[in-house]
């Protein structure tokens, strides 16, 4: 079995991003097993708190379920040109005491109300602090969804067909990277 687990970078409830996973998770074939996290609850990086109480629980759990996975696929919000917030302190957080990360095959999709790069810029970004988390990052095909009012219901659910066939395609080149290994 094969375990996949999709890190969603948006804390918000009708979360596009998190409705790209769970667009995914629909998509799993039988020998592949895929589950959600989010990053609610994560405080803000601090070094002061880490050299007083350590890691957060709330770190720790998710350092362990990503060690846990095969593969990782982080759903990557755009805000202001970049990666959001709460996906980068909770990237700054797992980096510290050796990166769960570390030869980890990842791959990276997300969604956004742009018109036309559809959190590219955003990607590029959380590509290049993957690097330094020694993360396998696959390098293609992409997923950048624009216009994501037109392609998803207000719950946050993929709607649109072609989007849909494009993430299945782009899922059976993510496993082939997480299961052959090439
Ligand atoms: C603070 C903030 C900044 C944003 N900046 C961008 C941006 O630079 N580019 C973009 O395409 N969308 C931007 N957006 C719109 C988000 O992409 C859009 O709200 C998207 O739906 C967020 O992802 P989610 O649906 O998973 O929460 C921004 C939204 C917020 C709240």
Known sequence: MTTILGITGSLRRASTNTGLLRA????????VSMEIADLHAIPMFNEDDEATTGKPDRVKALDARIRAADG???????YNFSVPGVLKNATDWLSRGGSPFRWKRL?????GGGEFVGTARAQYHLRQNLQALQAITMPRPEVFVNHNEEKFDAAGNLTDAETRRHLAKWFEAFLEWVEKRP
């Open 72 to 78: 990782i696929v982080i759903a990557c919000p755009e």
């Open 24 to 31: 995914l998770k629909e998509m799993v074939p039988t020998q």
């Open 107 to 111: 791959g990276i999709v997300g969604a």
